[in-house]
């Protein structure tokens, strides 16, 4: 092929127990189709969880900060599994499609110009089957049309997704190094990218149909490994990219698309803080944005210092959350020794001074680990409310390749191996006793939650 391509870029459905649009966007697809489209080819996106689909009638609801709720279908989970994921265990819990509807997703594959390659994400592993679905339709549409998987499903299950996802293709890791190597393998078009790995164009976010918030990444990477999380599998090295363009990338969807709201997506926004973010948050309220910002992943606890608190009062953080993940400070701590009580308080009593309400933080405390006791969990949603904050439940899903993995397999109440929708959070998978899952509910009652389940 001579001419550039025709790229269809598709952000799936979600199947799950409950899901809202918590600052939910596929920032990696949408760089990817920002580099094609810089390099001259045809992008088109379809968000199968567009909140402002044209046929959206009266449903559309948002918040101030941007975020809402998705269209839910109820759905039977019997039927979105592949039978390889049979016999289910006896799941209760009503599963849904989170999204538009199907015949609106298959009326406008059938109405576009054909694609001559697709390009589909995956965000959360246990979202497979909005994966497989969303492949299938595609499929009905355009037989022919090469489908190629990426992202956190197509990484971190990369064997599953070869098998179940329906996709021709299934690459795991960052798209930017193959990029090139797909389009001219799928299409034979010699596409020749000339952007720097640490200096991506802006993600094309203004293909949304609307935008009422915009997720910004001012670095990748964590310097943590914490045996429950998978950051490190997924970014092994840390890339910081440059304070400026991470400003222009800010007053771009600021001034361009008047966003107010922006979610950093960092695993570690304020590490080398005097030199990342703290110059940032300068340049922003020298050019005094009216913005609010969110850093719905935590950010951790010893980076809080007082200067790093009146930056983020000035410039206009709205939620903060703390990665304290426990306050059973005396047990040995199996995930990482990041934070002590001192650390906490400090770092409490300077987002105080600075001037934010005890309402707007919270600190992250994990629950349903493997063999937890939760007499910790309810001590340390005490403690944390002893600092005078909120106590956020953050809910524990074993991910593949993590250092808990195989644990969390042996303790399991599923068989994990057979399909990731078992490693769901909402489903508690390694809390064995009825017991202590009633609990655990009573317990996220007496919490703030996040995520509405
Ligand atoms: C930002 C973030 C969030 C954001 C939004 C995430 C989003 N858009 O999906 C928020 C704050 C909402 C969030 C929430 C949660 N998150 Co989170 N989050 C992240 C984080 C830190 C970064 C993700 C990201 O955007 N990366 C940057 C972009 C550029 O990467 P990307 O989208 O993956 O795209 C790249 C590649 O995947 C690839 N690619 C992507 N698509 C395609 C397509 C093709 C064709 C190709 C070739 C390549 C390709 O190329 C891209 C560019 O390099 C990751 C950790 C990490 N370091 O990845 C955790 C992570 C994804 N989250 C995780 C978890 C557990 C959660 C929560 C469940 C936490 C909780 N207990 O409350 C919630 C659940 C959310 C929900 N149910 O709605 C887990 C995933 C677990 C899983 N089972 O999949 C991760 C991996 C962290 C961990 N603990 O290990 N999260």
């Known amino acids: 092929m001579t001419d550039p391509p025709h790229v269809l ?29 810089q390099a001259g080819i045809r992008v088109s996106y379809m968000d199968c969880l ?52 199907p015949d609106w997703f298959r009326n406008d594959l059938a109405s576009m110009d054909p694609p001559d390659l697709i390009l589909v994400t995956s965000l ?86 609307k935008l009422t918030y915009a997720p910004v990444l001012t670095a990748r990477g964590c310097p943590f490994s914490c045996d429950y999380c998978a950051s490190s599998f997924l970014e092994p090295r840390r890339v910081r990219r440059s304070v400026d363009r991470v400003f222009e990338e800010i007053c771009h969807w600021h001034h361009g698309y008047r966003i107010q709201n922006v979610a ?15 110059p940032l948050m300068e340049k922003i309220i020298e050019a005094d944005l009216d913005l609010f910002f969110h850093t719905p992943n935590a950010l951790h606890v010893r980076e809080i210092t007082v200067e790093a608190a009146e930056l983020m009062f000035r410039v206009g953080f709205k939620t903060i959350r703390l990665g304290l993940e426990t306050a059973v400070f005396s047990k040995n701590r199996r995930h990482d020794i990041k934070v002590q009580a001192d650390d906490f308080f400090k770092a409490v009593a300077a ?26 969990v309810a001590d340390s949603m005490a403690f944390v409310r002893s600092a005078g904050i909120l106590p956020v439940l953050a809910f524990y899903s074993p991910i593949p390749h993590t250092l808990m993995w195989e644990t969390a397999v042996a303790r399991a109440r599923f068989d994990l191996d057979r399909h990731p929708v078992f490693t769901n959070n909402s489903l508690f998978p390694c809390v064995r006793s009825d017991a202590d899952r009633q609990r655990i509910s009573r317990l996220k009652n007496q919490g703030v939650s996040d995520i509405v389940y």
């Open 264 to 278: 950093f997506y960092d695993d570690a926004l304020l590490v080398n803080g005097p030199t990342h973010a703290y």
């Open 50 to 101: 567009d909140r402002f689909h044209p046929k959206e009638t009266g449903f559309v609801k948002t918040g101030w900060d941007g975020r809402g709720p998705f269209r839910k279908t109820p759905v039977l989970l019997s039927d979105m599994l592949p039978p390889a994921a049979s016999p289910l265990p006896g799941i209760k819990k009503p599963f849904s499609r989170y999204g538009i509807l």
């Open 9 to 37: 870029c598709v952000n799936p459905w979600i199947h799950d127990f409950a899901a809202f649009d918590f600052w939910l966007k596929p920032l990696g697809l949408l760089t990817l189709a920002g580099m094609l489209r």
């Open 351 to 376: 987002l105080k001074k600075a001037g934010f309400d005890p309402g707007q933080i919270g600190a992250y405390l994990l629950c349903g680990l493997p063999d937890q006791d939760l007499d910790d």
């Open 124 to 209: 959360m592993t246990y979202w497979a089957s909005g994966v497989t679905e969303t492949i299938a339709v595609i499929r009905s549409v355009f037989p022919d049309v090469p489908v190629i998987l990426g992202g956190k499903y197509a990484t971190l299950c990369h064997d599953h997704a070869t098998v179940f996802s329906g996709a021709d293709h299934v690459v795991p890791g960052p798209g930017e190094p193959v990029l090139e190597e797909i389009v001219a393998r799928f299409t034979g078009f010699p596409l020749c990218l000339d952007t720097p790995p640490e200096d991506p164009p802006f993600p094309a976010l203004d293909l949304c149909s």
